[in-house]
């Protein structure tokens, strides 16, 4: 009986008519800023979205603006070590262990809760540093990736630290 059913299906589920071939659509990403709030520096100035950010800024400084990005995924989007990791690859430096990230990452405190903020230098590498924070909340990492040239990251650490303090759960 189930042979017969599964033929039926088959036989009269295929349709050769043009009209009915398949389509798609290209659907914008959902922002979902709304699970989040955060208070924004009034010299900050606010940019385009990428493809995984939820918020960009960008912050004027001494040399030029140093770029700000907000993402958060659902979970743990491949954990600590994955992420710094990846951003410690691209500024060409070796990959670090778990231990190794942990005693690099600083802890703070906002409202949600302890997050870790790492960062990442190369010293072979004058164009572009890293202050990384990582904000585990209850069914989402918040990820805030600060990149400005390395002689400036420790004039906006103050900044960044208070940035991401200032993060907390909208409800």
């Not at 995984?52 to 990005?69: K, T, V």
């Not at 004058?126 to 990820?143: Q, R, V, Y």
């Not at 990149?147 to 759960?169: A, G, R, V």
Request: charged share 20%; proline share 4%; with cysteine.
């Amino acid at each position: 009986m189930r042979i017969i059913l599964l033929c039926l299906v088959i036989i009269f589920g295929c349709n050769n008519n043009e009209s009915d071939n398949i389509h798609s659509y290209r659907m914008p990403k959902p922002k979902n800023t709304e699970l989040f709030s955060w208070n924004i520096p009034g010299n900050w100035i606010s940019t385009n979205t990428t493809q995984f950010s939820q918020a960009n800024y960008l912050i004027p400084s001494s040399r030029g603006s140093a770029d700000i990005s907000i993402s958060y995924f659902a979970g743990n989007a491949g954990g600590v070590k994955a992420n710094v990791n990846r951003w410690r690859k691209k500024l060409d430096l070796e990959e670090l262990n778990k231990k190794q990230i942990e005693l690099m990452g600083e802890t703070f405190l906002s409202n949600i809760g302890e997050y870790k903020v790492y960062k990442i230098v190369n010293a072979d590498n004058d164009e572009f540093g890293f202050l990384c924070s990582i904000i585990p909340a209850k069914n989402h990492t918040i990820f805030i990736k600060l990149k400005t040239y390395p002689e400036t990251i420790d004039n906006l650490k103050k900044q960044f630290i208070e940035f991401c303090s200032s993060f907390d759960y909208n409800e």
